[in-house]
């Protein structure tokens, strides 16, 4: 067996140790004679790994009490649309702050919903707007930012103060750093990039937005049908929610999202110094204060530059480089499971083929 340096910008790399568990357990779970993917989501074996699950999260984020964890489905997307539906009453507006890709899809979705304005937005996105560029209203029914813009490459790494309450979509950064929760009235993320596999959605939501939030919609679309219910209120993704939960074992053993962080900065300091370092043959697009530090984007000299590098590094069994459709370029994401050594080796090729083609 090869495994590949997996730089996939989602679904993406896996801890081989979260994995190898459910191998070894895929066939029997814990003596039941059955696979944890064929008992019943109401039954005790099941009860446990969710609860564990929801546990790990609270105590790896710091949840305060203020605040709820739930498990839903319907990825990122269904979030654009669900928290206008439950956050947004009629006659209000809310504020969206677009950094990436994935900040216009929320808006546009909000849109379908409800009144939304853009309280910021740098053309481009080649940074992420200053605290003077913010056009926020007090008034507002709440903030929507992405926290780490996987397409664009730009990360918040100070969130912004505000008065209304703050959205955050942290798909692509969510248990890669510290993060005050108690500063959000909700966090959500796709548990695609830095959880497990797809199929749920993390929300950290604070109490009072759950009771406050709009009863004239259908009782599913609601977050609190999914709080009373601890996520239970229907079958939820079993599988997905187990593997998150060895992927979550995982990072409480290599120390939490403080260490994470501090691995992250270490892997993103050397392809940064790795672009920095042949400006004139690899280029970040990125303001430097605006780096992420989970999604690294680059750029050759011409597309053709793009492609061929994408496939040279193929061959050396480096995956999942090519930017996103809509951008273009390279992309590597290095998310928590991404490890160092994938990191070193991406660097190594990236001097070896700068040196050619030049
Ligand atoms: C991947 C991603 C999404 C889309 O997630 P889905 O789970 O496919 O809906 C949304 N926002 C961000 C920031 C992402 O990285």
């Given amino acids: 067996m090869t495994r590949v340096h997996n730089f996939n910008a989602g679904p993406s790399a896996i801890p081989l140790v979260a994995l190898e568990q459910a191998q070894r357990e895929l066939l029997e779970f814990e003596g039941t004679g059955m696979s944890i993917l064929e008992h019943s989501h109401r039954g005790k074996a099941f009860e446990k790994v969710h609860d564990e699950t929801l546990g790990l999260i609270k105590k790896l984020m710091a949840v305060p009490d203020t605040h709820d964890v739930l ?17 947004l009453p009629a006659g209000k507006s809310a504020d969206y702050v677009l950094t990436d890709g994935w900040s216009d899809r929320a808006f546009e979705e909000c849109k379908n919903v409800g009144a939304a304005r853009v309280a910021g937005k740098i053309e481009g996105y080649g940074r992420i707007p200053r605290a003077d560029e913010l056009s926020l209203h007090a008034d507002a029914a709440y903030v ?7 397409l664009s490459g730009t990360q918040w790494h100070e969130f912004p103060e505000t008065a209304a309450p703050l959205v955050a979509d942290m798909s692509s950064d969510i248990l890669s750093r510290p993060v005050d929760v108690a500063k959000f009235a909700l966090i959500y993320a796709g548990a695609q990039k830095n959880i497990g596999p797809s199929g749920i959605t993390v929300v950290v939501i604070k109490k009072d937005a759950i009771a406050a939030g709009r009863t004239d919609i259908p009782k599913y679309f609601r977050y609190s049908t999914h709080a009373k219910e601890r996520s239970l209120y229907n079958t939820p993704p079993t599988f997905s929610i187990y593997l998150a939960r060895n992927v979550l074992r995982w990072l409480d053993a290599e120390g939490g999202v403080a260490a994470m962080a501090e691995k992250n900065r270490k892997k993103t300091d050397l392809l940064y110094a790795a672009i920095d370092a042949r400006p004139d043959f690899y280029r970040a697009p990125v303001d430097k204060a605006s780096r992420s530090r989970m999604n690294v984007v680059f750029r050759l000299p011409t597309e ?13 069994g480096m995956v999942g480089l090519k930017g996103h459709r809509s951008v273009g370029g390279v992309r590597a994401s290095t998310y928590n499971a991404v490890p160092h050594a994938s990191v070193e080796a991406l660097v190594a090729f990236m001097d070896d083929f700068a040196r050619k083609a030049g």
């Fill in 144 to 150: 929507h930012v992405t926290s780490n813009g996987t």
């Fill in 304 to 316: 053709e530059l793009d492609s061929k590098f994408c496939a040279e590094a193929e061959k050396a």
């Fill in 71 to 87: 498990l839903l489905q319907g990825g990122a997307h269904a979030q654009f649309a669900m928290i206008p539906m439950n956050l």
